[in-house]
Structures are given as structure tokens and as C-alpha cells.
């Protein structure tokens, strides 16, 4: 099992980001993708999760209107985009399969979002 | 109320036992299992204990989790200079309809 993330972002306030994790190692459609993140020297922070077999996201209050999470089963991989960056979205972006609860056995290596002008 | 809380930070020397607390309330910790996570520095998160008290194959036995109410304890016994990390606690929150973390706890080994 394995999900790898895409490289490190640098993005202006008020861009958006759009951060892929592509799985490979399992049944893609058998369990859900979270995406959680982490502020520099800070604690660790869910953003919703997506169901790869229909599609369907769920998001943290905080993230709603700002992120929107989408998949491509085709080359199963799953995607996190959030806009109107702030400097406050800084963070190591992580992905990690799991199931509907805080049980996640794989995780992405991270995916580093500079916000700056 | 919707928040795990941790102590900040836990320290011991090489081969003491480490306790971490993790307490929530009725609608995270007290209905849904706790899973918590080592962070080493500079890496991604990785499972340590599910199901309160369940390890993941290749998890030392040294790492052991509890429950007790809406809390759950992480225990190191026998600490060894490679545990220093940082460990969180995780729950399903079902007010929120989305998952906690605990802030965390930055174990010290002394």
C-alpha cells in the first residue's frame, strides 16, 4: 500500500491549491481518503474525507465553502483543493486511508503549502 | 464538549514507564474508539494503538492503550530513546460529524 502526494506548493494569498495523493497497493474504491494537515510546529488537524467508490465528501466545519475534495478512479488518485489562501493555511498537507472514523493505517509523505506574498 | 484534551508534554528516563491522558467527552471519547498516533520528527503520523488498546502489527508491546469513561490513557513502558515523539489521540466526534485530535503530547526521553 502506498499513497503518494504531489510536491511542495508556493502560493500567493487569495490563490487556490490543489494537492493530488495517488494510491496504488489495494482496492481503491474499498476505503475512504482523509486529508489532515499540520502548521508549522503545530498540532494535527482533520479536513474531511472522501469515499473513492461514490465520490461523496465530507468536510471539517472550518473547511466548508474553502475546500473541495474529488477523485479519479481511472488513475486512483484523490484530490484536495482548497482556495482563498491565507497565510494561515501554511501547513504540511497529509492524506491517510482509512475508514468512516480516526482509524488510518497508510498515510502520504506530506505535501508542503507555502502561503506568502 | 467537542475536544480531546492532552498534557503537553511527558518526559522519563531510559526504561520508566510514560502514561499520556486523552479526555473527551460523550459525544467523542465516550462513544467512539480512540486510536493514537506517533509522530517521530520529521515524519508523517503513524498508528500506534486502535480500538483503545489494540496494536497494529510490528507495534512494540511496550506501547500499550486503556479506557476508562470518556478518557483513554497511551502507556510506554520500558522507554527507550527512540519513543521520543510526539503522540496524539484521535476520535470520531459525533456532534461535529467529523474527526478530533488531542493537541498532542511531546514525550521526552531523559
Known amino acids: 500500500v502506498q499513497l503518494v502526494q504531489s510536491g511542495a506548493e508556493v502560493k500567493k494569498p487569495g490563490a487556490s491549491v490543489k494537492v493530488s495523493c495517488k494510491a496504488s497497493?489495494?482496492?481503491?474504491?474499498?476505503?475512504?481518503i482523509h486529508w489532515v494537515r499540520q502548521a508549522p510546529g503545530q498540532g494535527l488537524e482533520w479536513m474531511g474525507i472522501i469515499n473513492p467508490s461514490r465520490g461523496s465528501a465530507s468536510y471539517a466545519q472550518k473547511f466548508q465553502g474553502t475546500v473541495t475534495m474529488t477523485r479519479d478512479t481511472s488513475t486512483t488518485t484523490v484530490y484536495m483543493e482548497l482556495t482563498r489562501l491565507t497565510s494561515e493555511d501554511t501547513a504540511l498537507y497529509y492524506c491517510a486511508r482509512g475508514t468512516v472514523g480516526t482509524f488510518w493505517d497508510y498515510w502520504g509523505q506530506g505535501t508542503l503549502v507555502n502561503v506568502s506574498s | 464538549q467537542s475536544v480531546l484534551t492532552q498534557p503537553p508534554s511527558a518526559s522519563g528516563t531510559p526504561g520508566q514507564r510514560v502514561t499520556i491522558s486523552c479526555s473527551g467527552g460523550?459525544?467523542?471519547?465516550?462513544?467512539?474508539?480512540v486510536n493514537w498516533y506517533q509522530q517521530l520528527p520529521g515524519t508523517a503520523p503513524k498508528l500506534l494503538i486502535y480500538n483503545y488498546d489494540q496494536r497494529p502489527s510490528g507495534v512494540p508491546d511496550r506501547f500499550s492503550g486503556s479506557k476508562s469513561g470518556t478518557s483513554a490513557s497511551l502507556a510506554i513502558s520500558g522507554l527507550q530513546s527512540e519513543d521520543e515523539a510526539d503522540y496524539y489521540c484521535?476520535?470520531?466526534?459525533?456532534?461535529?460529524?467529523?474527526?478530533?485530535f488531542g493537541g498532542g503530547t511531546k514525550v521526552t526521553v531523559l
Open positions: 460523550s459525544s467523542n471519547s465516550g462513544s467512539n474508539t
Open positions: 484521535a476520535a470520531w466526534d459525533d456532534s461535529l460529524n467529523g474527526a478530533l
Open positions: 497497493g489495494y482496492t481503491f474504491t474499498s476505503y475512504y
